[in-house]
């Protein structure tokens, strides 16, 4: 076959990926993101009762230049997953970046427990969550297995895996090793992670006092 027939064939296929969201990744210096990532959380923090300083220390240092690698497009459209020990600070840091995409990028991470999944899911519905940005709170605390009276059902890991086909994004936190997630969720949806997923260990314990 000639080259110029090749190239008219593959002329010919037109391929496209449901793309539901394209991260816009912001240009923006480390020194300034650091203090405005401070400014949001003290802010937060301001909020409840508990009337905190907001610490940046040499256990959340890495933890604030890894997302300020992620948020200027450093890991292109893929979400992460922060791993850490209890009370570290996974919960707080992710919300502060996601309040940061909010107010400069105009894209919006809905916020869901995976522990709270099933019950959740049967009332809002499956597409509620397969089409939006999720920032996933306790990923592999959820129930694989939902019983219903006909098959057993696997809700959040269809969710996920329609997340893959669709290239919508996830952001989550976790206390498990990455090990442990990924033998929960089983290799079919481990494998995907590798393209859905950048892997972040927060270091330190815990912060509550
Ligand atoms: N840098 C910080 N400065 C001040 N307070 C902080 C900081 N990081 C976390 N905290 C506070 O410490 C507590 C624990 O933080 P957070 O809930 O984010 O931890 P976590 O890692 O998500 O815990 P878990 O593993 O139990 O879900 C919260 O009250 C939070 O506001
Ligand atoms: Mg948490």
């Not at 923006?28 to 993101?33: D, E, L, S, T």
């Not at 707080?92 to 919006?108: G, H, N």
């Not at 997340?163 to 090990?179: G, L, Q, R, V």
């Amino acid at each position: 076959m000639a080259a110029t027939s090749i190239n008219n064939i593959v002329d010919s296929m037109s391929f496209s990926t449901p793309d539901i969201v394209r991260l816009k990744f912001l240009n923006i210096n480390y020194n300034v993101f650091k203090e405005l990532f401070q400014k949001v959380g003290q802010k937060m923090l301001d909020t409840s009762p508990r009337n905190r300083k907001f610490e940046i220390d040499a256990d959340n240092t890495p933890t604030i230049k890894f997302l300020h690698e992620w948020i200027s497009g450093k890991y292109g459209n893929k979400g992460f997953l922060i791993s850490g020990k209890i009370g570290c600070g996974k919960t707080f840091f992710v919300k502060i970046i996601v309040e940061i995409f909010k107010a400069l990028r105009k894209t919006e991470f809905y916020f869901i427990t995976a522990r709270n999944f099933n019950r959740d899911y049967s009332e809002k519905g499956f597409k509620y969550y397969s089409q939006r940005p999720l920032l996933i709170d306790e990923f592999g605390r959820n129930e694989n297995k939902l019983k219903t009276y006909g098959n057993d059902e696997t809700p959040f890991i269809d969710m996920m895996l329609e997340k893959y086909e669709n290239n919508s994004i996830i952001i989550a936190t976790s206390n498990y090793k990455i090990e442990t997630l990924e033998e929960f969720y089983g290799q079919l949806l481990a494998d995907r992670f590798k393209e859905m997923l950048v892997y972040h260990i927060m270091k330190g314990d815990t912060r509550r006092k």
